[in-house]
Nanobody, 129 residues
Framework: QVRLQESGPGLVRPSQTLSVTCTVS??????????WSWIRQPPGKGLEWIGA????????YFNPSLKSRASIARDRSKNQFTLQLDSVTPEDTAIYYC????????????????????WGQGTQVTVSS
């Protein structure tokens, strides 16, 4: 059984870098054709897809609105992948989720992994001074 668990700082100051990590068990982040993604949900709003990673060819796909500030790092030894979001503002306050799925499709230029079948429970990150 695949399990994903997010961890994060809880509170980040404006202009700093947000870093949230997803730890995977029951599958390897190096599995071919499996994509690992970050999604967030701001308070009172719907899901926003941030980006996705494919280990095998080191490809990454990002929401154009966040691409300039977002990156996804990976740690094979810990079976983890980490979202870093630079220069945060209060608008980055959200519950951050990681998920597993297939190759991304594009909806209004935003990549979404196909058929996400495993999600973490989410971690709240608040950006505030």
């Amino acid at each position: 059984q695949v399990r994903l668990q997010e961890s994060g700082p809880g509170l980040v100051r404006p202009s700093q870098t947000l870093s949230v990590t997803c730890t995977v068990s029951g599958d390897s982040i190096t599995t071919p054709y499996v994509f690992w993604s970050w999604i967030r949900q701001p308070p009172g709003k719907g899901l926003e897809w941030i980006g996705a990673l494919h280990w095998v060819d080191d490809s990454a796909y990002f929401n154009p609105s966040l691409k300039s500030r977002a990156s996804i790092a990976r740690d094979r030894s810990k079976n983890q992948f980490t979202l870093q979001l630079d220069s945060v503002t209060p608008e980055d306050t959200a519950i951050y989720y990681c998920a597993r799925g297939g190759p991304p499709n594009y909806y209004n230029d935003v990549p979404r992994i196909k058929d996400p079948d495993s999600w973490g429970q989410g971690t709240q990150v608040t950006v505030s001074s």
